[in-house]
């Protein structure tokens, strides 16, 4: 004969362990675990994540396009990609479950970086010049942008598809003249190839008529749908970390070198700082918070961007970012 209480603590485990069951969510970065994805690894290593039952995995990207089909097919529920690849993403793919939710890049870190040595300072200076470019990079997707802007005769630079792996290194070498890149990651990585800083050009596209938004969180539409408060708990976790990131840029570097030892501590610290500050914590979010978009300017972002880019429907922003999920303002402000 069975006992009954046995039965009844038995049923009563069961429903708290489905109480309590983590909500699995692992997250697709843009790229490499450097110093920009700090304040993620510091969400995770200091709870913020497990305390809001979310179980979180941290995956390493090849570029700003590579996590919009990992989410968009449901193979990641979250991860980090550029929002205007996302538009023409959804354009081409009409109703893909995929949407922004978190802006990361209120300035995008869009930029071509040469040497001076070499002859580039200025963007009409990669005229009659070998431009190293990553198909799949961020930068390289908005670069006719920034060459309509600046009035560039393409037939007069030479594009040279590179892989991420080579394009500083071909740099430092001589081999391009300038590459296309984020601000932050092509310059550090020519500083620990040995380039001197002084021979380095950086020229942002935000500085020369680019007017777009950067890398965004993106979220799986379906996933968002049947999770909505796991979503909303994973961006105030992501923003608790960024907070921490902004008020010791070094220690959040501690959290992610667990998972990458061969960082150099130093040299993440400072590409970390350089995103804080040119591309993270604006007068934008310093006024309104993290996340959210302006929007007349994502309005005028999408006109920019019909400049290179024929859509099949008329653009519309309600398909692309969502702040349904990002918390009141003052829980976004950084300080």
Known sequence: MFNKSIITMAAFALTASA???ETAMPFALDWKFEGPAAPYFTALEKGYFSDADLSVEISAGQGSLDAIPKVATGAFPVGMADINSLVKFL???PGAPVIGMMMIYDAPAF???????????APKDLEGKVLGAPPPDGAWAQFPIFAA?????????TVEPVGFPTREPMLAEGKVDAVTGFNFSSFLNLVRLGVPEDDISTIMMSDYGVNLYGNALIVNTDFAAENPEAVKDFVAAVIHGWKDAMADPKASVEYMIKYNPASDLDLETRRLELALEGNVYTDYVAEHGMGGIDADRFAGSLEQLKMVYEFKAEPDA?????EDYLPATDARMLK
């Open 19 to 21: 109480a309590y069951a």
């Open 111 to 121: 930029a071509v970086v040469g040497r001076k040595s070499l002859g580039v300072e």
């Open 149 to 157: 802007e600046n009035d560039l005769d393409m037939s007069k630079i």
């Open 91 to 93: 354009d081409q793919n």
């Open 318 to 322: 309600n398909l692309y970012f969502t």
